[in-house]
């Protein structure tokens, strides 16, 4: 499974690629789905808005966007967090930056994998599932 991680490098957030990519596999893998490749982006609030707007109809700003480009029985995908939201909230739960990109990030793949958040049940389901993951893979080693 191919996994990529593209982000602006004039950013300063630091996360290791790499460990990013085993997470990626490791919810996937625990899911019980399979992927062919997933991208992860992280970009600024206007490019997530425009997007909103151009493919979801949506007017407003968000954090966190997945696209399921998948044709078959396996994932293929694209996961597009926007770093500018991501400050925003790690200032409002008191977390550094790259941990709260870290949890958007699962997020998406969640989405991926096909968990939804739109009733409230599913919300908290995916919330607790959210935070356990970030529980088991976060720490300073991520960071870069």
Do not use: C
């Amino acid at each position: 499974m191919k996994i990529q991680l593209f982000a602006d490098p004039g950013r300063s957030l630091k996360i290791q690629r790499k460990r990013i990519a085993v997470l990626v596999r490791q919810i996937v893998r625990e899911e019980r789905k399979k992927a062919d490749g997933i991208s992860l982006v992280l970009v600024d609030d206007d490019y997530l808005l425009n997007l909103n707007v151009k493919f979801l109809n949506h007017q407003y700003r968000t954090d966190v966007i997945s696209f399921d480009l998948s044709g078959s029985d396996t994932i293929e995908g694209e996961v597009y967090v926007s770093v500018d939201r991501a400050a925003v909230q790690a200032k409002r739960y008191k977390v550094p930056l790259e941990r709260e990109v870290l949890r958007l990030l699962i997020h998406g793949v969640l989405h991926l994998t096909g968990w939804e958040d739109k009733t409230r049940s599913e919300k908290l389901r995916m919330r607790k599932r959210e935070n356990e993951l970030i529980e088991r893979f976060y720490d300073k080693r991520m960071m870069a």
